[in-house]
């Protein structure tokens, strides 16, 4: 596909710190003699960065001084223009917070707005590192199972999440938006109906749409706090560049907060910790990303992604049809249900896992990202190299 970016070229990322093609997610497999490794698990993309990211980065980098500073206008100018572009938001400058990462901006939240034994609601399947962080805190963790529709669609239900949040008296709800791992880009209506749920029990909300901007056609995100006035006020939307322009090395994320008790509440909070310090080269990479170029390179990615959704999507219709797949609205992760496809060949889930890596196609255990029975495969690479995994899973894998 032509485009202004190139998603094509490979990049050798060995001796590159990077954990994708450092490690293996399962201790005790090797990668057999003679296969590469293709890397299709932890949540960082297999892409060359926009080149204005580098750009800026080295731009600064040149300067030799690197003191105490405040962070730059054009740093508050990025994210106002990213917001407004992409989700038609309009915060001023005092409305967002610089959170060292996301999950960071959950523990303050934690920490400033409840107490020890207080409970906390969150979705089911959940995002792992939200059940690591939490179980830090002596908080009550409180879930509701999303359930797959007759089309397979994961969905909340209503009545369910009411009834735990009313009779465990949640104080805050943790909101993934889009969902990971199902991969859902939750429609209007349903953050609505949600924040009313949230509303009328009294819950403040954290927001976390760190993939907001991986979305894939035919979907749209809807901000938590654009539904309306009341989840304007009650809760705390997470940002990042991290995922969407694959920083996570670079650490950094943001909140957004309209309600100045809230806000205040939470920036002493992160200051107590004195830990919450945005790094200089960070801001310049945040600089970079959110900018016109960075709108374009997000389209161009999302339609890469969108072809090897669609086209791994289609080798496992042929090649294993008994795997299970809910098609993801947004992310670049794909759960490949094998519970079928290991009954029929009696073969149990970790060897089918392990025969995967042996050829060489890092994928990962879907189980500790709360979907049990699947492979949790990485799709943000170049799609030559997707080929290839197909190739070899075709041959060595799925016989
Ligand atoms: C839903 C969600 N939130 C947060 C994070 C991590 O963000 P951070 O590294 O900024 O804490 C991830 C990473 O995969 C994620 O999927």
Redesign the pocket.
Known sequence: MAGRYNFEQIIDRRGKDALAVDMIPFPDVRVKEGFSRIPMWV?DMNFAVLPDIQEKIIERVQHPTFGYFSPREEYFEAIRFWQNRRHGADPRKEEILF?N??????CSAVTAFTEPGDAIFLHAPT?I??LGTLEKFDRKLVFSGLKRDERGVWRMDYADMEQKIAENRVKMAVF?SPH?PCGRVWEREEVETAMEIFRKHGCLVVS?E??SDLILPGHRHIPTQSVSEDAKQRTIA?Y?P??TFSL?GL???YSIIYNQELREKMEKTAARTGYNHLHLLSMYALIGAYSENGLVWVRELMEVLEGHVEKTLAFFAKTAPEIRIAKPEGTYMLYLDCAGWCEKHGMPIRSLQEKGVEAGVIWQNGEPFGMPGTIRMNLALPESLLDEALDRLAKYVFV
Not at 101 to 106: A, C, N
């Open positions: 949540a959170e990462s996301v999950l960071g901006g959950l995002y590192g939200f993934c990971n976390d760190i993939w997470l990042a991290s995922k996570a650490t950094g994320a």
